[in-house]
């Protein structure tokens, strides 16, 4: 079993729940969702709306919400950098990609306004910031394609961006205007809080195994077992470990830290910004963003490791790592500003694509987002229960349109890879860390 840490200082801002079921008896029921994070959550909703008279049962590992939907770093994306896509060659795939990213947002502010949820929404777009002026370049190129596909976007230096930022740190940087910053398990909790009555969660209940027989798909859990007449896996980081396209994904563990909130001296000293965020132009390099209750989050690592669980010491390891890269920003800050330090995975695949298809005869598939699941996946989670109910949405059209996942090399030489160029990376991203 999954154990549910307390250290994500995104969830512990929310009031613990306290209805939490888990799965004690053999149930039936006409749909089943593997995955209460954001794709889970939103399949289940639009199944239950859809078919009011029939059971849908969402099971998640763990606490619903409390995985990689809660421990990311909040930036609903309308523009990505390091993905592959960063040459005029590439400008069509590239366009393919934002057109899903544009969707995602619609889809999220759909969902808010409709349910009038509070998760610190803030249209106020966000940075690609660099140290090193070399990389003015590269954004410059990035500036291009953004403005030849209509994106606004602004190139700034070292004095503007510490005018905004509060810190001298970044010598070049690219403002992008679509970009959303949220709290991450704000948005989770609300999917949760509003399921249709017909939708029974069953949490912190893993899936052992699972196996179709006569059109029955049969999973079976610990203290249980689930027959259903259609399945949607939606466990993003842990597809592969179901064996659900695993030829075409893999998990990242991500690791980051946030502070307490500064006083009122210490957020005058770095001048008193408005909330931002700032992506790094270097793949490897720190994600470090400005909440609203004047926080401040940096994730900078990014390893092969466990997915199921980090301890509380390697933990504490890294957030040194994290702590080095807030004094690097604001050497006027205390040293042990920390608050808390967690651990959360990525899904990847080669092409940085992602996984929305038919396995089988009623099994369907959802997932990967390279680390822009806040939209994709609340998008892919509503378009995947209506494509299982045999709907095809103009949504779909252009979803399916995307380049398809590409295959990866077996093990050990998929990890090896994988941990060679995250070696590589890291060595290009140093100073940016």
């Known amino acids: 079993m999954i154990i549910n840490d307390k250290y994500c200082s995104w969830i512990n801002d929310l009031n613990s729940r306290t209805d939490i079921k888990?799965?004690?008896?053999?149930?039936?029921?006409?749909?089943?969702?593997?995955?209460?994070?954001?794709?889970?959550?939103?399949?289940?909703?639009?199944?239950?709306?859809?078919?009011?008279?029939?059971?849908?049962?969402?099971?998640?590992?763990?606490?619903?919400?409390?995985?990689?939907?809660?421990?990311?770093?909040?930036?609903?994306?309308?523009?990505?950098?390091?993905?592959?896509?960063?040459?005029?060659?590439?400008?069509?795939?590239?366009?393919?990609?934002?057109?899903?990213?544009?969707?995602?947002?619609?889809?999220?502010?759909?969902?808010?306004?409709?349910?009038?949820?509070?998760?610190?929404?803030?249209?106020?777009?966000?940075?690609?910031?660099?140290?090193?002026?070399?990389?003015?370049k590269t954004l410059r190129n990035f500036s291009n394609i953004l403005s030849k596909l209509g994106f606004e976007n602004n190139l700034l230096r070292n004095n503007e961006l510490l005018k905004r930022l509060g810190t001298s740190f970044y010598n070049i940087g690219l403002h992008t205007k679509g970009g959303i910053l949220l709290h991450p398990a704000k948005l989770a909790r609300a999917m949760i809080d509003v399921l249709p009555d017909n939708v029974f969660l069953k949490e912190n209940s893993s899936l052992l195994n699972w196996n179709k027989k006569n059109d029955v798909i049969i999973c079976n859990f610990k203290n249980g077992q689930?027959?259903?007449?259609?399945?949607?896996?939606?466990?993003?980081?842990?597809?592969?470990?179901?064996?659900?396209?695993?030829?075409?994904?893999?998990?990242?563990?991500?690791?980051?830290?946030?502070?307490?909130?500064l006083t009122d001296e210490e957020f005058k000293s770095i001048g008193s910004p408005k909330e931002w965020g700032v992506l790094p132009v270097r793949p490897m390099g720190a994600t470090i963003r400005m909440t609203k209750d004047r926080k401040i989050l940096i994730r900078n690592t990014a390893e092969v490791h466990n997915p199921f669980k980090m301890s509380k010491t390697n933990l504490e390891k890294r957030s040194i790592s994290?702590?080095?890269?807030?004094?690097?920003?604001?050497?006027?800050?205390?040293?042990?500003?920390?608050?808390?330090?967690?651990?959360?995975?990525?899904?990847?695949?080669?092409?940085?694509?992602?996984?929305?298809?038919?396995?089988?005869?009623?099994?369907?598939?959802?997932?990967?987002?390279?680390?822009?699941?806040?939209?994709?996946?609340?998008?892919?989670?509503?378009?995947?229960?209506?494509?299982?109910?045999n709907e095809n949405t103009k949504e779909i059209k252009i979803i399916e349109a995307r380049n398809k996942p590409t295959w990866l090399p077996p093990q050990p030489f998929l990890n090896f890879g994988i941990k060679t160029r995250l070696i590589y990376e890291r060595l290009r991203a140093k100073s940016e860390i």
């Open 22 to 136: 888990t799965l004690q008896t053999n149930e039936y029921c006409e749909w089943l969702v593997i995955g209460a994070g954001y794709t889970g959550l939103s399949a289940a909703r639009k199944l239950g709306n859809l078919y009011q008279n029939q059971k849908i049962i969402l099971v998640d590992a763990q606490l619903a919400g409390e995985g990689s939907s809660s421990r990311n770093s909040g930036y609903l994306v309308d523009t990505t950098l390091n993905d592959g896509f960063i040459s005029n060659k590439e400008l069509d795939n590239y366009k393919k990609k934002t057109d899903i990213y544009d969707l995602g947002i619609n889809v999220v502010r759909k969902f808010i306004n409709e349910h009038k949820v509070d998760c610190d929404w803030n249209e106020c777009g966000k940075y690609f910031a660099s140290s090193k002026i070399e990389d003015e």
């Open 226 to 261: 689930i027959k259903s007449k259609k399945i949607i896996f939606a466990t993003n980081g842990f597809l592969k470990s179901l064996g659900i396209k695993s030829n075409y994904n893999f998990p990242i563990t991500l690791t980051a830290s946030m502070t307490r909130s």
């Open 322 to 389: 994290q702590r080095i890269g807030i004094k690097k920003r604001f050497p006027q800050l205390p040293d042990d500003i920390i608050q808390s330090t967690w651990s959360g995975i990525v899904s990847r695949t080669r092409n940085s694509s992602q996984i929305f298809e038919k396995i089988d005869k009623n099994v369907f598939a959802a997932g990967c987002y390279n680390g822009s699941g806040i939209g994709v996946g609340t998008l892919f989670g509503e378009q995947i229960a209506l494509k299982a109910s």
